[in-house]
């Protein structure tokens, strides 16, 4: 598994990072936007974005940098947006757009990775222009980071509203522009329907959009899930039993999401206290649902993914998931549902269990492995 594929939204301008494993980073609502960086023509405060990227780069964290968010100077009778510093509208003269690019990708030349070109289109209040200039932007932006920094890659911008048709007509549209071309990845959003619904409603999703990108011809472009829809900005908090799964199983459904392109998953967010699933809050440290995000990280570290299955498919109940890996030639499997429990006979091979707190058990035959919300790890004998 590409360490990547593991990734985090960073909701701080501290320039603090996870206290936990994690395999990248995305950096949006961390005082990083284009208003934010240019509030004045010309003036750049790179201050807290250089003190993010050398955060990550100590770490050894790839930097997803989300370019969004026009100034106001920029678009000065444009639609107010969902932050006081930026313009929902796109900038009145596309140059400034083109020349705050270059300043970034010059800057930042071999220390970010990626570059994501606008976040959450599908809102008025995150985007107000046309699909057209959208593209336009994608394109122009494009070839100024391939040509200053051809090693960066180019993420299209992430749209959300995916579970309703009108996103999806959204989405369709822009690919119909070609802009996909421009990019290396499709940024999207891929939540549940709700952000206390279960995560692996996150597969069904990701499947209908596979189908939308292939019916517009663009099927195998890689994508990356770079968050939530609007409405986890209201959804009440998740009691800590739910929550310690629910940022589990977010990857776990990420990865049986590969079937249908999914590449990289982000989870919203690090650092901030007021989303339904804390990680860890800024100065403090990590839950238990960050600690277990870790654990994940290291049991598949180095790892391949063979294949995912559910229910029927596997002969296991319906709504029972499981995956698995192969890492130097010896096989493991992780299981879990989304809901209540399984009780397995051990099977030939299976020799070792372990779960999420920690603990591990040694199996033997006769024994029974019991899983629920709450992943388990399960190895074979070499050979």
């Not at 990083?32 to 240019?38: A, H, M, N, V």
């Not at 989405?171 to 939540?191: I, S």
Request: aromatic residues 10%; positive net charge.
């Amino acid at each position: 598994m590409p360490p990547e594929f593991f990734g985090l939204t960073m909701n701080t301008n501290t320039g603090e990072m996870p206290g936990f494993r994690t395999g990248a980073v995305r950096l949006w609502e961390s005082e990083t936007r284009w208003g934010t960086i240019e509030s004045r023509r010309g003036r750049y405060d790179w201050s807290v974005l250089e003190r993010s990227v050398d955060a990550a780069e100590r770490r050894g964290l790839p930097v997803l940098l989300t370019l969004s968010g026009t100034p106001l100077w920029a678009a000065p009778d444009g639609r107010k947006g969902a932050y006081a510093d930026s313009r929902a509208s796109p900038p009145a003269d596309l140059a400034d757009w083109d020349r705050f690019v270059e300043k970034v990708a010059t800057r930042y030349r071999g220390r970010v990775e990626a570059y994501e070109l606008w976040d959450y289109p599908s809102h008025p209040l995150h985007y107000a222009g046309s699909v057209a200039v959208l593209a336009e932007m994608v394109e122009r932006a494009s070839r100024i980071i391939r040509r200053v920094d051809s090693g960066a890659l180019v993420a299209c911008p992430s749209f959300g509203e995916l579970w309703e048709e009108r996103g999806r007509e959204l989405l369709r549209r822009f690919a119909r522009t070609g802009a996909y071309e421009n990019c290396h990845a499709a940024a999207l959003k891929l939540p549940p329907r709700r952000a206390d619904s279960p995560p692996e409603e996150i597969i069904d999703l990701a499947r209908n959009v596979h189908d939308v990108l292939y019916e517009e011809g663009v099927g195998q472009i890689p994508v990356w899930n770079t968050g939530p829809d609007r409405n986890v900005a209201v959804t009440p908090p998740l009691d800590a039993r739910r929550a310690r799964d629910y940022a589990v199983r977010f990857y776990l459904a990420g990865l049986y999401s590969r079937y249908y392109g999914v590449e990289r998953m982000y989870f919203y967010s690090w650092g901030s206290t007021g989303v339904p699933l804390v990680v860890q809050p800024v100065g403090g440290r990590p839950t238990q649902a960050g600690l277990r995000m870790g654990r994940l990280r290291q049991w598949l570290d180095g790892a391949r993914i063979a294949a995912c299955g559910q229910g029927g498919q596997l002969g296991l109940p319906e709504g029972a998931y499981t995956c698995r890996f192969e890492r130097d030639g010896r096989p493991f499997v992780i299981r879990w549902t989304t809901k209540g429990r399984v009780d397995l006979p051990v099977a030939e091979g299976e020799h070792l269990l372990r779960r999420m707190d920690g603990r591990t058990v040694r199996l033997r035959a006769g024994d029974r492995i019991g899983f629920g919300e709450e992943p388990v790890l399960v190895e074979y004998r070499e050979g």
